[in-house]
């Protein structure tokens, strides 16, 4: 399998070298040349294999530049963290069924991709003997899930942008409370959407990406779509040994479109029709949700919620999608990526029944999103924490019969305590890793959003 920029501008890389450019030296994103078809009988084959067992294969049809043996023992180490046996669960309440995704070493979602990538990249340094900074912005959750993923690891480094008292107090703490030599974290002081800037302005930088071996892990970097992709094949499985139902759709909490994306890869992936529709589920920041629901790609201002690891404008992996919606013209996917830089706005309205024959969709306001805890819990006994219920709440409204709807529960409650504890009157249990977080001795550089000052303190940290 080779990749290819959604720009046109690179191409025939290997996994490998796909994996450690992150973004495309000519400002689009890797995508593989094709997405390899499963047929039935196969994806059946698959019901009784773990977690780590279907990774392997699901990310083997990917990867042909990793010896067998190897790319085996990297996903055991890495879904090894999980303080699950099935690593993701799957339950099951009322009609829904709940997709567990945070029983990873920092209880969000991210852990799964971000898991996997720290290992393959301490793994192919290792085979180079090369060096490298990790550079990245985070709303929240993708920060502390990158810094566990490579904390104490040789060669490399990390450096963390967040936006500076706009992220939960355990959020910010869990990033800033690793103290390994090799984790740096920097405050800035503006959006997340600025710290992003920032960090596409740094690696445009094409002398400075090379002369400090910048590595990317946003969702940017195909390696954790791939793993993300994993998720959608395992639920389908899990699904069907709970209902006999043959047709399922799922709701995904969105902010940067990685999470749904690797949605939309396993749909084409799996027979036509066995993932029937995602459902994007978007707070109030809507700029996703009103492109299914108009074609209407435009940024609008970031505002705070309750769920801020979604509140976000420009979605980073928008691009992937807009290249296949494009019928993969590389050519009108950059001028389309270029035309939304210059105007912040793109009409994408001419596409919508191929967009609505990929996604539905929801915006969920912030009284909907405290209204979904509560009733959940009162109904359930089962306490979704603020991201998820926004994909509960939209799968609640979008559930059709005969199918099957699987929510995507992407952070654990504990980590947004505030908000659950204001929804239902009680606060979250506290799970073991957690505990006592807020005390904890921490470390951060705070800074004004400026490309300049950490690029300076990069330079001054590199190995
Ligand atoms: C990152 C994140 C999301 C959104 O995922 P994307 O891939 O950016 O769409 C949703 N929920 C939580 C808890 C997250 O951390």
Redesign the pocket.
């Known amino acids: 399998m080779t990749y290819f920029s959604t720009r046109g501008g690179v191409s025939a890389l290997t996994f490998s070298e796909a994996v450690m450019m992150g973004l495309a030296e000519d400002g689009g994103l890797l995508l593989p040349r094709t997405i390899p078809r499963l047929d039935a009988a196969t994806v059946y084959s698959w019901r009784e294999k773990s977690y780590a067992g279907l990774a392997f294969e699901v990310m083997s049809r990917f990867i042909d530049d990793i010896p067998a043996s190897d790319l085996r023992a990297l996903v055991n180490e890495s879904y090894a963290a999980f303080d699950q046996a099935e690593v993701i669960p799957l339950v099951h309440y009322g009609n829904l069924h709940i997709l567990e995704l945070?029983h990873g070493p920092t209880l969000?979602?991210?852990d799964i991709a971000l898991q996997f990538l720290g290992n393959l990249f301490a793994y192919l340094l290792k085979k180079s003997g090369d060096r490298m900074n990790i550079l990245g912005a985070t709303?929240?959750?993708?920060g502390s899930?990158a810094i566990y993923a490579v904390r104490g690891k040789a060669g490399i480094n990390i450096f963390i942008l967040h936006p500076y008292q706009r992220v939960s107090p355990v959020q910010e703490k869990q990033m800033t409370a690793v103290l390994d030599e090799n984790v740096h974290n920097i405050a800035i002081r503006g959006s997340f959407d600025d710290g992003q800037a920032i960090v596409k302005g740094i690696f445009a930088d094409l002398e400075f990406k090379k002369a400090h071996h910048l590595a990317a892990i946003n969702?940017i970097n195909w390696a954790r779509v791939l793993a993300?992709v994993v998720y959608y094949i395992w639920s389908c499985l899990h699904v069907w040994a709970h209902e006999n139902l043959n047709s399922i759709d799922f709701a995904?909490?969105?902010?940067?479109?990685?999470?749904?994306?690797?949605g939309f890869i396993a749909k084409r992936m799996l027979p036509e029709g066995m993932i029937r529709r995602l459902v994007l589920a978007t707070n109030t920041n809507d700029i996703l949700a009103r492109f299914v629901e108009k074609g209407d790609y435009s940024l609008g201002e970031v505002v705070q919620t309750s769920?801020p690891?979604?509140d976000?404008q420009s979605?980073?992996?928008f691009e992937r999608y807009l290249y296949y919606l494009t019928d993969s013209d590389p050519k009108r996917t950059g001028d389309l990526m270029k035309e939304f830089a210059e105007k912040g706005r793109l009409d994408l309205s001419g596409y919508l029944d191929q967009i609505k024959r990929d996604f539905a969709t929801e915006a969920i306001g912030e009284k909907t999103v405290k209204a979904t805890i509560a009733e959940f819990y009162k109904e359930h006994k089962y306490i979704l924490?603020p991201?998820?219920a926004?994909?509960v709440a939209a799968a609640l409204r979008q559930q059709k019969p005969g199918v099957a709807m699987v929510c995507?529960a992407?952070?654990h409650p504990a980590?947004f305590a505030a908000v659950v504890e204001e929804a239902i009157g009680l606060p979250p249990p506290v799970p073991e890793s957690l505990a006592g977080i807020l005390q904890r001795e921490s470390r951060c550089e705070v800074m004004d959003a400026d490309a300049g000052l950490v690029k300076a303190f990069i330079k001054s940290h590199d190995l």
């Not at 709303?139 to 993708?142: F, M, P, V």
């Not at 995904?252 to 690797?262: H, L, R, S, Y």
């Open positions: 945070f969000a979602f991210k709303s929240g959750d993708t899930a969702s993300q995904v909490p969105t902010g940067n479109f990685g999470d749904i994306f690797a769920s690891s979604m976000i979605a980073s992996n924490d991201h998820t926004v994909g995507l992407t952070a980590k």
